[in-house]
């Protein structure tokens, strides 16, 4: 099993950047793929960006260029690097990692971007 903690969500006005952290409570390496999801009111929970164990990553065409994933496994967190926000990246962002064959979610961290 995986226990994951998101932190870092805060109100941030718009332009401004965050950064997420998501703290694993098992090495990291050993999780074959590590993502960041958010879901917004009303709408469906979608992918944002996601990192393999061996570094590759991969975003949704919505935050390319501003968001950077990245992981540090000594550390065992995964990071979501958000530059130049806007109000539609406001949403409540979970972790989640694929390991094992199952996959495991985060509470979530919210959010909010002024215009």
């Known amino acids: 099993q995986v226990q994951l903690v998101e932190s870092g969500g805060r109100l941030v006005q718009a332009g401004g950047s965050l950064r997420l952290s998501c703290a694993a409570s098992?090495?990291?390496?050993?999780?074959?793929?590590i993502a960041w999801a958010r879901q917004a009111p009303g709408k469906q929970r979608e992918l944002v960006a996601d990192?393999?164990?061996?570094?590759?990553?991969n975003y949704a065409e919505s935050v390319k260029g501003r968001f950077t994933i990245s992981r540090d496994n000594a550390k065992n967190t995964v990071y979501l690097q958000m530059n130049s926000l806007k109000p539609e990246d406001t949403a409540v962002y979970y972790c989640?990692?694929?390991?094992?064959?199952?996959?495991?979610w985060g509470q979530g961290t919210q959010v909010t971007v002024s215009s």
């Open positions: 989640n990692a694929f390991f094992g064959g199952d996959v495991y």
């Open positions: 098992r090495n990291i390496f050993s999780i074959n793929v």
């Open positions: 990192i393999t164990s061996g570094g590759t990553t």
